[in-house]
T-cell receptor, first 112, second 114 residues
Framework: GQQLNQSPQSMFIQEGEDVSMNCTSS?????WLWYKQEPGEGPVLLIA?????ELTSNGRLTAQFGITRKDSFLNISASIPSDVGIYFC????????????FGTGTKLQVIP | NAGVTQTPKFRILKIGQSMTLQCTQD?????MYWYRQDPGMGLKLIYY???????DKGEVPNGYNVSRSTTEDFPLRLELAAPSQTSVYFC?????????????FGSGTRLTVV
């Protein structure tokens, strides 16, 4: 089956710093999604990407759909304490529109 | 508040027991999903439904059953609980088939099988 590798697994950063995380796939994806999950809650969609090379922003968050269609990146600028959580990438490949594969998550902790 | 409601929030089961995880949404979403999340792992799709009366298997359906008799409700049934089913279960719904519509997730059910 399709595999999604997300890195880093966890990171501690100082408030105000920028953050980068990425996701790579063993196969091509047609759609990339980025979610954030806070403790005790379900994931919440941050950004959806549909085309190779696409760059999309949502406030301080920017995500890119890699040109090879096998990777995606999420950047958070000027981090704040409420950015704490687990960030998941997810992708939809060629297995039908219901088959969305989730990455293992990047746990972000922000030090005030 | 509108959204996806899951009950119970926590449950401990003995091996071989059965239970139903309840999921209700009041947004009139046609698509509904059940995922499980194991520690340090991403979400894995168990079952999904594209509308009342229609269900289909996801990636890890073994040991589970679902039904969708109404648009609002999508219960997940465990017939013979096993330790491998210890996990956090999330129900989600979505309006239409565009990912940009976004899944709305419930807050999860933490299940432990001992």
């Amino acid at each position: 089956g399709q595999q999604l590798n997300q890195s880093p697994q966890s990171m501690f950063i100082q408030e105000g710093e920028d953050v980068s995380m990425n996701c790579t796939s063993s196969s091509i994806f047609n759609t990339w999604l980025w979610y954030k999950q806070e403790p005790g809650e379900g994931p919440v969609l941050l950004i959806a990407l549909y085309k190779a090379g696409e760059l999309t922003s949502n406030g301080r968050l920017t995500a890119q759909f890699g040109i090879t269609r096998k990777d995606s990146f999420l950047n958070i600028s000027a981090s704040i304490p409420s950015d704490v959580g687990i960030y998941f990438c997810a992708g939809r490949g060629t297995g039908g529109y219901q088959k969305v594969t989730f990455g293992t998550g990047t746990k972000l902790q922000v030090i005030p | 508040n509108a959204g996806v409601t899951q009950t119970p929030k926590f449950r401990i089961l003995k091996i071989g027991q059965s239970m139903t995880l309840q999921c209700t949404q009041d947004m009139n979403h046609n698509y509904m999903y059940w995922y499980r999340q194991d520690p340090g792992m991403g979400l894995k799709l168990i079952y999904y439904s594209v509308g009342a009366g229609i269900t289909d298997k996801g990636e890890v359906p073994n040991g589970y059953n679902v039904s969708r008799s109404t648009t609002e409700d999508f219960p997940l049934r465990l017939e013979l609980a096993a330790p491998s089913q210890t996990s956090v279960y999330f129900c989600a719904s979505r309006h239409g088939d565009r990912e940009a519509n976004g899944y709305t997730f419930g807050s999860g059910t933490r299940l432990t099988v001992v």
